[in-house]
């Protein structure tokens, strides 16, 4: 294994640019995650690494090799895709084995190591099963156990929750990180989901309009955004004095010296926590609105009302 | 590295040599022979001029046999449309529980040989007819009810076997009607009518304009019916026939040129118009309900409509099974015949002479399937995948076929290989055993290619990539991903093709020799000489062996057909 590295990647698709200027390392053994929202370009740097697509500038390199132009079966990239694309004439094991066989790996070598895989994903009882008699969980386990099992260099991951429900999504990007450390296997995440990206990555790389804004680990995004897009895509955010402030940095109090005085306007409770808009007038007269988080402690906890008077702080 | 490069030249010289060998076939057996047939239609016994074509244009009975067959066309169009339009309404939004085998019913005439329901028709409706016979009989009618001949007769049995183009296709539109539209238009106060005119209308019209294209290319092509109750209308396809037999081959390709010119014509026609009007696209969001009552003028007159219908799909097949296990005396000397037997069969089977065109028809369109899956598989593969001018190209030639009724291509044919050719590795194929096959195989291409294509297109695109990302070639990927998951799609087109094939009858009376003698020139020829009876038993075997198949279509393509 040995680190990827992107180039100068610009690339773009009739006359429309997708990627503009892409730099970024994805180190070895680490969960990197392209986080943005849709048509933003991280699938298509995805199919970059994975060879399906030849940029028009700047080059992969894997390594030393320069690997740009190389054919994706040459590449040993473990892919899951977003609808998992398993092979609906297959059984779960046949999927799993399918790389190996190209590989004219030896007959014992391939069982061990279909048994190896199904094993990590869970999978070991629906060996003989079609696909399809699947759920969507145990889908993409199968997805995941056949990338792995070639023993690729590096594995892609191309929304691959985005198919799941709520409850199992979370289950999922738990598993999938479990064994992604397991393995060490150097890794690319694709979301679009933040609270995803903070949860399962090493570093996260924050994309809109074909450029990376940002690239850092969860905490430094979210604590630290630089730019508003990458500060709004990522949670909510207020704009104070030059900062980027999150909800929960804000508290509302009864008065002081160094408060805001604001009014409450809106009041949206969340069940873990209460979400206010408050407004105030800056000295020019042009009123501000910020929004405001507080965690719901039960009883002991005194929740404001829409026309309250109150004080902004920033803790911090 | 070294490995790498082997690969990539290994899979580049593989695409290569296929599209020489498509490239040979394509050139050799479609465009060759066409050209051979229009340079021959400019040869006069004092070098080329358009002398044959002149002659024919001022001969008014000629004229009168051009407009015949456009007539014919038209009608076929015009009777198929309103039987079938009503039938896939009907079976849409009226039908209940009856609905399946009803719908398998409708849809049976596809897999019957023409030439077996003409020759069914005859009994039935013919001058000794059963229903003409009792009909008389019934009425104390000194002669009989009908003449069962000519032009209204032709229709009449196109009516009852080509409607199915019609029918199947504007049923599948149907199904992806987005039914909360017409609920959301009858909510409005809209009436039926309308609701027909303003949602229905558009949203099937793609598929009405495909089956009249389907259903006049038929009804100008038609040559069964018109030879066998034809009397004196005499239409294109039965002239070419007639002039081919008289060995005036110059005569046949004129008309062959004409012929091709009307097809084409009318289907570039109707392209044109369905792409100015055709352009619709509906994802199906909510499916049909049946609901409400059942009542009216139209629901009326479709159930009356559908029971004929009905009765007339059924009719000729209970007839054939009924009159092949009587003896051929008493299909002769009575209106009911009672003279029951095997004999017919035992014939069949105990006589290598009698059972040999039954082989010979399954072999010639076996071979043809093959060959043609052969040919557009990896055709309709390369097409969906790269599109690209040259992928085009082919596709283009593998559909051109569609424009040419049986006989046009088998007169090309004559016109190409009766003298030794390149393309036959210098062989004369004409009189040979391979020259029908190759028919089959050339008619049978564009049914291939577009099931095969909508078959490679259903496939997602990511099992492609995923194969590649395992580590898979192109070859590879074909081989063990597209090729079994397309196979439903394949095999229910090579099925289709197969049935085609097996009775097929105007090409096969162009180009049958001692070698390849098929079955449906052996139903012809038996009945011509009174032994009605093998001739029956024949068209028995025959339609057990389509009906088996299906069975297998429907197994295979269950999503197109329900």
Same mark, same amino acid.
């Given at each position: 294994?040995?680190?990827?590295?992107?180039?100068?990647?610009?690339?773009?698709?009739?006359?429309?640019?997708?990627?503009?200027?892409?730099?970024?390392?994805?180190?070895?053994?680490?969960?990197?995650?392209?986080?943005?929202?849709?048509?933003?370009?991280?699938?298509?740097?995805?199919?970059?690494?994975?060879?399906?697509?030849?940029?028009?500038?700047?080059?992969?390199?894997?390594?030393?090799?320069?690997?740009?132009?190389?054919?994706?079966?040459?590449?040993?990239?473990?892919?899951?895709?977003?609808?998992?694309?398993?092979?609906?004439?297959?059984?779960?094991?046949?999927?799993?084995?399918?790389?190996?066989?190209?590989?004219?790996?030896?007959?014992?070598?391939?069982?061990?190591?279909?048994?190896?895989?199904?094993?990590?994903?869970?999978?070991?009882?629906?060996?003989?099963?079609?696909?399809?008699?699947?759920?969507?969980?145990?889908?993409?386990?199968?997805?995941?156990?056949?990338?792995?099992?070639?023993?690729?260099?590096?594995?892609?991951? !191309?929304?691959?929750?985005?198919?799941?429900?709520?409850?199992?999504?979370?289950?999922?990007?738990?598993?999938?990180?479990?064994?992604?450390?397991?393995?060490?296997?150097?890794?690319?995440?694709?979301?679009?989901?933040?609270?995803?990206?903070?949860?399962?990555? !090493?570093?996260?790389?924050?994309?809109?309009?074909?450029?990376?804004?940002?690239?850092?680990?969860?905490?430094?995004?979210?604590?630290?955004?630089?730019?508003?897009?990458?500060?709004?895509?990522?949670?909510?955010?207020?704009?104070?004095?030059?900062?980027?402030?999150?909800?929960?940095?804000?508290?509302?109090?009864?008065?002081?010296?160094?408060?805001?005085?604001?009014?409450?306007?809106?009041?949206?409770?969340?069940?873990?926590?209460?979400?206010?808009?408050?407004?105030?007038?800056?000295?020019?007269?042009?009123?501000?609105?910020?929004?405001?988080?507080?965690?719901?402690?039960?009883?002991?906890?005194?929740?404001?009302?829409?026309?309250?008077?109150?004080?902004?702080?920033?803790?911090? | 590295?070294?490995?790498?490069?082997?690969?990539?030249?290994?899979?580049?010289?593989?695409?290569?040599?296929?599209?020489? &060998?498509?490239?040979?076939?394509?050139?050799?057996?479609?465009?060759?022979?066409?050209?051979?047939?229009?340079?021959?239609?400019?040869?006069?016994?004092?070098?080329?001029?358009?002398?044959?074509?002149?002659?024919?244009?001022?001969?008014?009975?000629?004229?009168?046999?051009?407009?015949?067959? &456009?007539?014919?066309?038209?009608?076929? @169009?015009?009777?198929?449309?309103?039987?079938?339009?009503?039938?896939?309404? *009907?079976?849409?939004?009226?039908?209940?529980?009856?609905?399946?085998? @009803?719908?398998?019913?409708?849809?049976?005439?596809?897999?019957?040989?023409?030439?077996?329901? %003409?020759?069914?028709?005859?009994?039935?409706?013919?001058?000794?007819?059963?229903?003409?016979?009792?009909?008389?009989?019934?009425?104390?009618?000194?002669?009989?009810?009908?003449?069962?001949?000519?032009?209204?007769?032709?229709?009449?049995?196109?009516? *009852?076997?080509?409607?199915?183009?019609?029918?199947?296709?504007? +049923? &599948?539109?149907?199904?992806?009607?987005?039914?909360?539209?017409?609920?959301?238009?009858?909510?409005?106060?809209?009436?039926?009518?309308?609701?027909?005119?303003?949602?229905?209308?558009?949203?099937?019209?793609?598929?009405?304009?495909?089956?009249?294209? %389907?259903? =006049?290319?038929?009804?100008?092509?038609?040559?069964?019916?018109?030879?066998?109750?034809?009397?004196?209308?005499?239409?294109?396809?039965?002239?070419?026939?007639?002039?081919?037999?008289?060995?005036?081959?110059?005569?046949?390709?004129?008309?062959?040129?004409?012929?091709?010119?009307?097809?084409?014509?009318?289907?570039?026609?109707?392209? +044109?118009?369905?792409?100015?009007?055709?352009?619709?696209?509906?994802?199906?969001?909510?499916? @049909?309900?049946?609901?409400?009552?059942?009542?009216?003028?139209?629901?009326?007159?479709?159930?009356?409509?559908?029971?004929?219908?009905?009765?007339?799909?059924?009719?000729?097949?209970?007839?054939?099974?009924?009159?092949?296990?009587?003896?051929?005396?008493?299909?002769?000397?009575?209106?009911?015949?009672?003279?029951?037997?095997?004999?017919?069969?035992?014939?069949?089977?105990?006589?290598?002479?009698?059972?040999?065109?039954?082989?010979?028809?399954?072999?010639?369109?076996?071979?043809?399937?093959?060959?043609?899956?052969?040919?557009? %598989?990896?055709?309709?593969?390369?097409?969906?995948? *790269?599109?690209?001018?040259?992928?085009?190209?082919?596709?283009?030639?593998?559909?051109?076929?569609?424009?040419?009724?049986?006989? &046009?291509?088998?007169?090309?044919?004559?016109?190409?290989?009766?003298?030794?050719?390149?393309?036959?590795?210098?062989?004369?194929?004409?009189?040979?055993?391979?020259?029908?096959?190759?028919?089959?195989?050339?008619?049978?291409?564009?049914?291939?290619?577009?099931?095969?294509?909508?078959?490679?297109?259903?496939?997602?695109?990511?099992?492609?990539?995923?194969?590649?990302?395992?580590?898979?070639?192109?070859?590879?990927?074909?081989?063990?991903?597209?090729?079994?998951?397309?196979?439903?799609?394949?095999?229910?087109?090579?099925?289709?093709?197969?049935?085609?094939?097996?009775?097929?009858?105007?090409?096969?009376?162009?180009?049958?020799?001692?070698?390849?003698?098929?079955?449906?020139?052996?139903?012809?020829?038996?009945?011509?000489? =009174?032994?009605?009876?093998?001739?029956?038993?024949?068209?028995?075997?025959?339609?057990?062996?389509? +009906? @088996?198949?299906?069975?297998?279509?429907?197994?295979?393509?269950?999503?197109? +057909?329900?």
């Amino acid at each position: 294994m040995s680190n990827i590295v992107l180039k100068g990647i610009s690339h773009a698709y009739e006359k429309e640019k997708v990627l503009n200027g892409i730099d970024l390392t994805i180190e070895e053994g680490e969960l990197l995650t392209l986080l943005g929202p849709s048509g933003c370009g991280k699938t298509t740097i995805l199919r970059i690494i994975a060879g399906f697509i030849i940029p028009d500038e700047g080059a992969v390199l894997s390594g030393e090799a320069d690997i740009t132009k190389w054919a994706p079966e040459n590449r040993n990239m473990g892919i899951v895709f977003q609808n998992y694309a398993l092979f609906p004439n297959m059984s779960v094991k046949d999927n799993i084995a399918y790389g190996l066989k190209i590989r004219k790996k030896g007959r014992d070598y391939i069982e061990e190591k279909c048994r190896e895989y199904m094993k990590l994903t869970g999978l070991l009882e629906y060996e003989k099963r079609k696909v399809n008699e699947l759920s969507g969980g145990q889908q993409q386990r199968v997805a995941i156990a056949r990338a792995l099992a070639i023993e690729p260099q590096m594995l892609l991951l !191309d929304e691959p929750m985005s198919n799941l429900d709520v409850s199992l999504r979370t289950r999922m990007r738990e598993e999938i990180r479990a064994i992604q450390k397991k393995i060490g296997i150097t890794t690319l995440f694709i979301t679009h989901d933040q609270q995803e990206a903070l949860s399962i990555s !090493d570093r996260v790389a924050v994309m809109n309009k074909g450029r990376i804004l940002q690239i850092g680990t969860p905490k430094e995004i979210y604590d630290e955004p630089e730019r508003s897009f990458a500060a709004d895509f990522v949670g909510t955010s207020n704009y104070i004095n030059g900062h980027f402030i999150r909800p929960e940095q804000l508290r509302l109090g009864q008065g002081g010296e160094k408060g805001i005085p604001v009014v409450v306007k809106d009041v949206k409770f969340m069940g873990m926590y209460f979400e206010y808009t408050v407004v105030c007038t800056d000295d020019s007269g042009k009123a501000q609105n910020y929004c405001v988080t507080e965690i719901n402690r039960g009883k002991a906890y005194r929740e404001w009302h829409a026309g309250d008077t109150a004080y902004l702080y920033v803790n911090l | 590295m070294k490995n790498k490069n082997h690969i990539k030249i290994k899979s580049g010289l593989l695409k290569g040599s296929w599209y020489i &060998v498509l490239a040979f076939l394509l050139t050799g057996y479609i465009v060759v022979p066409f050209l051979c047939t229009v340079i021959k239609s400019f040869q006069t016994e004092n070098g080329y001029g358009l002398s044959n074509i002149k002659d024919y244009l001022s001969n008014p009975n000629q004229l009168r046999v051009i407009l015949n067959t &456009v007539m014919l066309g038209a009608a076929s @169009v015009l009777v198929c449309g309103i039987v079938g339009i009503m039938l896939a309404l *009907y079976m849409t939004f009226l039908a209940g529980r009856e609905k399946k085998i @009803v719908h398998i019913l409708l849809l049976s005439p596809m897999m019957i040989p023409g030439v077996i329901v %003409v020759i069914s028709f005859i009994q039935l409706y013919g001058e000794s007819g059963m229903v003409t016979k009792g009909l008389e009989y019934l009425f104390h009618l000194t002669e009989a009810p009908f003449h069962f001949q000519g032009f209204g007769a032709i229709v009449f049995v196109i009516a *009852y076997t080509q409607y199915v183009y019609f029918y199947l296709n504007i +049923y &599948v539109a149907l199904k992806y009607i987005d039914y909360s539209l017409i609920e959301a238009a009858r909510g409005m106060g809209t009436s039926k009518m309308r609701v027909f005119a303003d949602v229905i209308w558009p949203e099937i019209l793609p598929a009405v304009l495909t089956s009249v294209i %389907v259903t =006049f290319a038929s009804g100008i092509s038609s040559f069964s019916a018109p030879n066998l109750i034809g009397g004196g209308f005499k239409v294109l396809s039965t002239q070419i026939v007639r002039s081919k037999a008289n060995n005036h081959m110059e005569t046949a390709s004129v008309q062959v040129v004409i012929l091709f010119l009307i097809s084409l014509s009318v289907m570039m026609l109707i392209q +044109y118009y369905s792409r100015k009007y055709g352009n619709i696209n509906s994802a199906r969001a909510s499916a @049909v309900v049946r609901t409400g009552k059942k009542k009216g003028i139209f629901v009326s007159l479709c159930r009356i409509v559908i029971v004929v219908q009905i009765i007339m799909v059924v009719l000729p097949v209970a007839a054939i099974v009924y009159l092949s296990f009587v003896d051929t005396k008493s299909i002769m000397t009575m209106i009911f015949p009672r003279g029951f037997t095997l004999e017919n069969y035992l014939i069949i089977a105990e006589k290598g002479r009698v059972l040999k065109p039954l082989i010979n028809s399954i072999k010639m369109s076996v071979m043809a399937v093959a060959a043609g899956l052969a040919i557009t %598989v990896p055709t309709a593969y390369m097409v969906v995948k *790269y599109k690209g001018k040259w992928n085009m190209l082919f596709r283009m030639l593998i559909m051109l076929p569609w424009a040419m009724p049986a006989s &046009v291509i088998a007169v090309n044919l004559i016109n190409a290989f009766n003298k030794k050719s390149i393309f036959a590795f210098n062989q004369s194929l004409i009189g040979g055993f391979y020259i029908l096959p190759i028919a089959y195989a050339i008619t049978s291409l564009p049914l291939l290619y577009s099931s095969n294509e909508v078959a490679v297109q259903g496939i997602n695109k990511n099992l492609e990539e995923a194969s590649q990302s395992l580590g898979a070639g192109m070859f590879y990927t074909f081989i063990h991903v597209i090729i079994p998951n397309i196979a439903p799609g394949i095999m229910a087109g090579g099925i289709l093709g197969l049935i085609r094939n097996i009775g097929e009858y105007t090409m096969s009376a162009l180009l049958y020799g001692v070698y390849n003698r098929p079955i449906s020139i052996s139903m012809v020829t038996n009945m011509q000489e =009174f032994k009605m009876g093998i001739s029956l038993a024949y068209g028995v075997i025959v339609i057990i062996i389509c +009906y @088996v198949a299906l069975g297998l279509i429907f197994k295979f393509d269950k999503e197109k +057909y329900f």
